[in-house]
């Protein structure tokens, strides 16, 4: 996990993003050629967007991807982009695709992870008020 913060002028982040998204009507098509390109395209899409890949793991129906993003994105912001553009490059590549309704259900798991946990954010907020 990234513990790297993202300074700017007026603020410090460390916002980190576990998403999961899967295949429509959960077709096992991430394999061979299509995985790879997929990873490549995730890479692609998430350094255009200024976020740094921690973990990618594509399975055959699903993707795990766990990310740390600017604070300026929302997490349905990065999986509309994300999820557009792979489907429309995996589509153009591999015609077979082209049988599925779309690449992606619409739906997705998102769940967020910092540097520590919340039971510590609340120490420390606890600790604060003492002082």
Not at 41 to 68: G, K, M, Q, T, Y
Request: aromatic content about 10%.
């Amino acid at each position: 996990m990234s513990s790297n913060y993202r300074h700017k002028i007026t603020s410090v982040s460390l916002v980190n993003y576990h998403f999961v998204w899967i295949v429509r009507r959960r077709r096992r098509v991430l394999t061979g050629s299509i995985k790879q390109r997929l990873e490549i395209l995730i890479h692609d899409a998430c350094r255009e967007l200024d976020c740094e890949v921690l973990s990618l793991a594509v399975e055959p129906e699903h993707v795990h991807l766990f990310l740390n993003c600017p604070p300026t994105f929302a997490p349905s912001d990065l999986m509309h982009r994300i999820k557009g553009r792979t489907a429309r490059y995996l589509r153009q590549a591999f015609p077979e695709l082209m049988k599925l309704p779309s690449m992606w259900t619409r739906a997705y798991f998102v769940s967020t992870a910092g540097n520590v946990s919340s039971s510590t954010i609340q120490k420390y907020i606890e600790a604060q008020g003492k002082g």
